[in-house]
């Protein structure tokens, strides 16, 4: 059987001790009453996140609008991304991880419209580049169908953590570059599928939100991994930032409209964005939105009230930035 080359670090080991751990917190967490809720805000940060780091210029507000049926003004393109997208993440549950058949109907729905081969391996030479750089060229075309019926029998066979094997599988897939457009998305989505079968969970923490916040380092690590033949760096990236996004999305139960703390008042609604920033400083305005059951223009206004009353104050960027309260 083919072993794709990696390292097993002692961090490596470390962060897998801890995962699992934070596992059964996070677990607990979406037992709360507020995790319908909480899945809804997940799934939307997921499908965003993903199409984001693909270029997709379409807001999260936007995306929130598309997946609630809604009609908006913006490059059909875009608008054809979230849809497919959304048909991806629906037969999340119905995908065996393990059938590169099942990728390749997966990879059908992501691109549908978009590319003229979906579904279907590439037929010519693909590269990454970095502006006009290329930075990686990926093996030739005749040979991809076999370097993916190999990297899914690893998957299959081996015994490795799954924690492990997700790594693994993501890079490997990127440096393959099975298709002619949607490897990064693809990818991202199979690591979610194999952590799903770690636990359920990962279905509502997919990998597509660690990403989008540490892009540069995700590259990176990907590009160190490659100057060394070993996916160890990239392992090692990717269980960290599991373990911080598992930390980050602990926190109490979201107090907002569905348990009647939020009477529609001013004050209603700013307690309830305070409560909600209290349990998650990263929490963004389409968020905010699905926990207190306002609109989004309710919200921003509400946001600036508290702004001007010096009650709430944003530190940092509008993408990598948090909430502070001012006690």
């Known amino acids: 059987m083919y072993t794709p080359p990696f390292t097993i670090s002692a961090k490596a080991i470390n962060l897998i001790a801890e995962i699992s751990s934070q596992i059964e917190r996070y677990a607990i967490r979406m037992e709360q009453n507020d995790a319908l809720l909480l899945r809804k805000a997940n799934r939307i940060k997921t499908i965003y996140s993903s199409l984001a ?23 059909l393109r875009e608008i054809q991304e979230v849809k497919n997208a959304i048909k991806a993440y629906e037969v999340y549950n119905t995908l065996n991880v393990f059938s590169p058949q099942d990728l390749l109907k997966a990879h059908s729905l992501m691109m549908e419209a978009l590319t003229n081969d ?37 998957l299959k066979l081996s015994k490795d953590h799954l924690l492990i094997k997700s790594c693994v599988f993501h890079y490997e897939f990127e440096f393959i570059h099975p298709f002619s457009d949607g490897n990064g998305r693809m990818g991202r989505l199979w690591q979610s599928l194999i952590l799903g079968k770690l636990h359920p969970l990962f279905e509502h923490l997919p990998v597509e939100n660690m990403v989008y916040s540490n892009q540069e380092e995700y590259y990176k690590a990907i590009a160190e991994s490659s100057k060394h033949a070993d996916s160890g760096i990239f392992i090692d990236f990717m269980l960290n930032e599991i373990l911080n996004t598992l930390k980050r999305k602990q926190g109490n139960l979201i107090i907002g409209t569905n348990n009647g703390t939020n009477d529609g008042t001013n004050d209603g609604i700013e307690n309830a964005i305070l409560n909600c920033i209290r349990n998650n400083a990263e929490i963004t305005l389409d968020e905010l939105s699905v926990f207190v059951g306002k609109s989004r223009r309710t919200i921003v206004r509400a946001m600036k009230r508290l702004q001007d009353d010096s009650k709430i104050r944003r530190n940092g960027s509008t993408r990598n930035g948090y909430w502070e309260i001012i006690e």
């Not at 780091?53 to 490059?75: F, M, Q, R």
């Not at 580049?129 to 190999?150: C, E, G, Q, T, Y």
Request: charged share 20%; no cysteine.
């Open 53 to 75: 780091i693909e270029g997709n210029k379409l807001t999260e507000s936007e995306v929130t609008d598309i997946i609630n049926g809604k009609t908006i003004v913006a490059p």
């Open 118 to 154: 979906a579904g279907h391996f590439r037929q010519g030479g693909v590269g990454v580049f970095s502006d006009k750089n290329l930075i990686h060229m990926a093996p030739p075309a005749n040979r991809v169908a076999l370097l993916i019926d190999d990297l899914f029998q690893w």
